[in-house]
Nanobody, 120 residues
Framework: QVQLVESGGGLVQAGGSLRLSCAAS????????MAWYRQAPGKQREFVAA???????RYADSVKGRLTISRDNGKNTVYLQMNSLKPEDTAVYFC??????????????WGQGTQVTVSS
């Protein structure tokens, strides 16, 4: 089973930046749509961004212009560059595969996620 491991989270002040990484344990990532999700305390997990194997991208409206998703198929890794962070971005961030294209549903096993905390 392919494992996804998220890293790169931390504590930053509002307006700061972080770069998250999602590494797949096997070379399966290159053929799949990949996505980032996040879950804030007391809230449901929500979609953040997705990227196809060919580099087509979709973002949630709340992060457009501030967060950038990218991928390196050779390294089996997906990234999320987070700029101009806001306190409302505070959440645990997860990555997963999507079934059904950029608007599809996650189907892989969820990893541990990486905590992002933005202080005001």
């Amino acid at each position: 089973q392919v494992q996804l491991v998220e890293s790169g989270g931390g504590l930053v002040q509002a307006g700061g930046s972080l770069r998250l990484s999602c590494a797949a344990s096997r070379s399966r990532l290159s053929n799949n749509v990949m996505a980032w999700y996040r879950q804030a305390p007391g809230k449901q997990r929500e979609f953040v961004a997705a990227i196809s194997s060919g580099g087509i991208i979709r973002y949630a409206d709340s992060v457009k212009g501030r967060l950038t998703i990218s991928r390196d198929n050779g390294k089996n890794t997906v990234y999320l560059q987070m700029n101009s962070l806001k306190p409302e971005d505070t959440a645990v961030y997860f990555c997963n595969y999507l079934s059904g294209g950029l608007t599809g549903s996650p189907f892989g096993s969820w990893g541990q996620g990486t905590q992002v905390t933005v202080s005001s």
